[in-house]
């Protein structure tokens, strides 16, 4: 069990990965041997960094396949082990399709290779300079994917495996934002980050369009942290970049990325 200490500075949701960080840590101590996760978000790698830090004896490193990368694998090691690229196993795929016919997006693209049966963490980044559609995975999963994966949506695909030096640089439509929200609600933040109502915020809520860290919440008063990623669906996604204090009348600083923010 992590110490109380540690864990009250956490949700309750986010205890078990947590846990299961802090069980890594002490089984690399314990074996004296690197170990290697999933694909992990921005919000699980400031967990991870938390208890690793605690951890005497031992590193850890991250990498996504290329520089940049949103979503990455971590190694956990001893002090003698110095890690590299290619001991996060990741595989590139390009996703061959009638472009000419057919539009592809990033949530139909996720959602076709998850329904195969796929994991989150299995996944990393997905990308596309507008045209081209590429995305990363475990090496462990690179063959059942291709095999699995023939469709996305209704569109015929074929995955081909392609070389890190093959990646496009993904379209950035992303900005950073300084504001201030009156408190850390994820109805708050929706509301400011997409410049929506707060009534229609909760309604998104409630009705399952928004995720945190890309699992489902219909709680409007949850709390985000650092490193959160929001996502609404028609909207888009924020990241929380900074939490930065409080101003004379009592709002809280933030710096968030927003993501394909309507204009």
């Known amino acids: 069990m992590v110490d109380s200490t540690i864990s009250q500075h956490f949700r309750p949701d986010e205890v078990p990965f947590l846990e299961s960080i802090d069980n890594l840590s ?43 990368a949103e979503l990455k694998r971590a190694i956990v090691y001893p002090e003698y082990f110095t890690p590299k690229n290619e001991d996060f196993r990741i595989t590139s795929f390009v996703i061959d399709y009638p472009s000419k016919f057919a539009t592809l997006s990033h949530g139909q693209v996720l959602g076709s290779i998850m329904g195969a049966g796929i994991e989150r963490d299995v996944i990393g980044d997905i990308i596309t300079d507008g045209l081209s559609w590429q995305f990363l995975c475990q090496s462990e999963m690179a063959d059942y994917i ?30 950073e934002v300084s ?27 409630d009705g399952g369009e928004v995720r945190i860290n890309w699992g489902e919440t219909q709680r409007p008063d949850l709390e985000v942290s650092m490193h959160d990623i929001v996502s609404v669906r028609g909207y888009g996604r924020i990241v929380i970049r900074e939490i930065d204090g409080i101003t004379k009348k009592g709002k809280i600083r933030l710096v968030v990325r927003v993501y394909n923010r309507n204009k």
Request: net charge negative.
């Open 26 to 68: 002490g089984q690399v101590e314990n074996e004296y041997r690197p170990i290697l996760t999933g694909f992990l978000n921005p919000r699980q790698l400031f967990i991870l960094e938390s208890i690793i830090n605690r951890h005497d004896g031992i590193r850890f490193s991250t990498f996504g396949g290329y520089e940049g």
């Open 146 to 175: 291709k095999a699995q994966v023939d469709k996305v949506g209704k569109i015929k695909v074929k995955l081909e495996v392609i070389q890190s030096d093959q990646l496009v640089t993904p379209v950035d439509e992303s900005e």
């Open 179 to 205: 504001t201030t929200i009156s408190s850390l609600r994820v109805d708050a933040l929706a509301s400011e980050g997409f410049h929506i109502s707060r009534h229609h915020a909760k309604e998104l809520i």
